[in-house]
Nanobody, 122 residues
Framework: HVQLVESGGGLVQAGGSLRLSCAASGIIFSINVMGWYRQAPGKQRELVATIRTAGSTNYTDYTDSVKGRFTISRTNAVNTVYLQMNSLKPEDTAVYYC?????????????WGQGTQVTVSS
């Protein structure tokens, strides 16, 4: 069994910064991809950023609306992914979910965190 636990959400004024963390625990042989999604009220969940490690290289991808403002990173030794969010805008307000594609007992499986609220006031 694998669990993802997020932290770091909160309330911030527009232009401010927050850093989200997500730690994976359990029976983990490896994690192929980790990412962050968000869901605003009345909207579908959308992909924010992903990070994939191949050898010693991290490959990242971002949705256009956060490019240049958000940075995703990971510490493989502790199976943790981070999302540094700068220059936050009110439209970034959402519940942010961590996602990981985990190589565990039974093979590759996707897991989700419980979500953390990010609220940006204008």
């Amino acid at each position: 069994h694998v669990q993802l636990v997020e932290s770091g959400g909160g309330l911030v004024q527009a232009g401010g910064s927050l850093r989200l963390s997500c730690a994976a625990s359990g029976i983990i042989f490896s994690i192929n991809v980790m990412g962050w999604y968000r869901q605003a009220p009345g909207k579908q969940r959308e992909l924010v950023a992903t990070i994939r490690t191949a050898g010693s290289t991290n490959y990242t991808d971002y949705t256009d609306s956060v490019k240049g403002r958000f940075t995703i990173s990971r510490t493989n030794a502790v199976n943790t992914v981070y999302l540094q969010m700068n220059s936050l805008k009110p439209e970034d307000t959402a519940v942010y979910y961590c996602n990981a594609l985990v190589n565990t007992v039974g093979g590759l499986r996707p897991y989700w965190g419980q979500g953390t609220q990010v609220t940006v006031s204008s």
